[in-house]
């Protein structure tokens, strides 16, 4: 078992709706997780940070469910330039910033 | 105020010769981590270095692959005799000596390795 998964989608989306979409991890102990993306290969961004009351950044909604052991992230009035890969991130060990990355959601937004 | 450098973008390398990935760090930062991704596939971490030491060195393949941080001068992950499963994007990331990964950090641009 991958110790971060992903639905690679991908995920098309009309312009202007909403897409969520999850990632499950498999070390109860993890911390911190967060949102990357990545545009065509290249390098990854940071998003935002998944904290545990959830948090929201402009139009990104970032929820943390540690009994389930899943993060979310949904996306409201969805942008052309929203289409990327999202990438799970979480945090495997506390003493240093040791990430795994999930392989990515695709989300694709027509017009 | 430059990020994380990396150079070269793209590299080119026969089946057996050498390859030599450079990261510079952003200005400030002492800590640098490598990560590779394959073809369809997710970052998988490789090494973590600080300057002169490497920390974590977990995702490193035992065999041909080797990092350094020196005291002066930028990252260097080195693999020798290269085969065609070697053909990767090759990231590097930087984070300052007092931070750590709570807050995330920050990719370089990449180095595009092709094995042909």
């Known amino acids: 078992r991958k110790e971060v998964e992903q639905d690679p989608g991908p995920f098309n989306v009309p312009e202007g709706a909403t897409v969520a979409f999850n990632c499950t991890y498999s070390?109860?102990?993890?911390?911190?997780f967060f949102w990357y993306r990545q545009d065509c290969r290249k390098e990854p961004k940071l998003l935002m940070s998944v904290y545990s009351s959830g948090n929201e950044d402009g139009r990104f909604t970032a929820q943390l469910n540690r009994a389930s052991q899943y993060i979310s992230l949904l996306i409201r009035d969805s942008k052309l330039s929203d289409s990327a890969t999202y990438l799970c991130v979480v945090e495997e060990d506390d003493s240093w910033g040791k990430f795994q990355f999930g392989a990515g959601t695709q989300v694709v937004v027509t017009p | 105020n430059a990020g994380v450098m990396q150079n070269p973008r793209h590299l080119v390398r026969r089946r057996g010769q050498e390859a030599r990935l450079r990261c510079s760090p952003m200005k400030g930062h002492s800590h640098v981590y490598w990560y590779r991704q394959l073809p369809e596939e997710g970052l998988k971490f490789m090494v973590y270095l600080q300057k002169e030491n490497i920390i974590d060195e977990s995702g490193m393949p035992k065999e041909r692959f080797s990092a350094e941080f020196p005291k002066e001068g930028p990252s260097i992950l080195r693999i020798q005799q290269v085969v065609r499963g070697d053909s990767a994007a090759y990231f590097c990331?930087?984070?300052?000596?007092?931070?750590?990964?709570?807050?995330?950090?920050?990719f370089g641009s990449g180095t595009r390795l092709t094995v042909v």
């Open positions: 990331a930087s984070s300052p000596e007092d931070v750590w990964g709570g807050y995330g950090y920050t």
């Open positions: 070390n109860s102990a993890s911390q911190s």
